[in-house]
């Protein structure tokens, strides 16, 4: 299994980016999940299926987690970025299928990409 991520880069604060994750196949339970210099990793959003999903509070009404034209191709659309948004994002896949309150978190998680940096400035 293989999932790569891409779209990171540098913005100002109220800027926008989008990241996209391409998987090696199709997973029913899919998540962006980031990590902060000195912070443990943190659920940003959730999908399971084509729509069901799940926000973190801190980015809810800011970013939009998606599926791509190709069902294993992953997006997250991320708007009015802060510089508390500044981290390494992950694309992760559930083995098994779950509701995206589960597929938000870390440990219901199998696989995992090698990360996109986003960088937000002040």
């Known amino acids: 299994v293989q999932l790569v991520e891409s779209g990171g880069g540098s913005v100002q604060a109220g800027g926008s980016l989008t990241l996209s994750c391409q998987a090696s196949?199709?997973?029913?339970?899919m998540a962006w999940l980031r990590q902060a210099p000195g912070k443990d990793l943190e659920g940003v959003a959730s999908i399971s299926g084509d729509t069901s999903s799940a926000y973190a509070d801190s980015v809810k009404g800011r970013f939009t987690i998606s599926r791509g034209n190709a069902k294993n191709t992953l997006t997250l659309q991320m708007n009015s970025l802060k510089p508390e948004d500044t981290a390494m994002y992950y694309c992760?896949?559930?083995?098994?299928?779950?509701?995206?309150?589960?597929?938000?978190?870390?440990?219901?998680?199998?696989?995992w990409g090698q990360g996109t940096q986003v960088t937000v400035s002040s």
């Open positions: 992760a896949a559930a083995e098994n299928s779950m509701t995206p309150e589960f597929g938000i978190r870390a440990d219901y998680n199998n696989y």
């Open positions: 196949r199709y997973f029913y339970s």
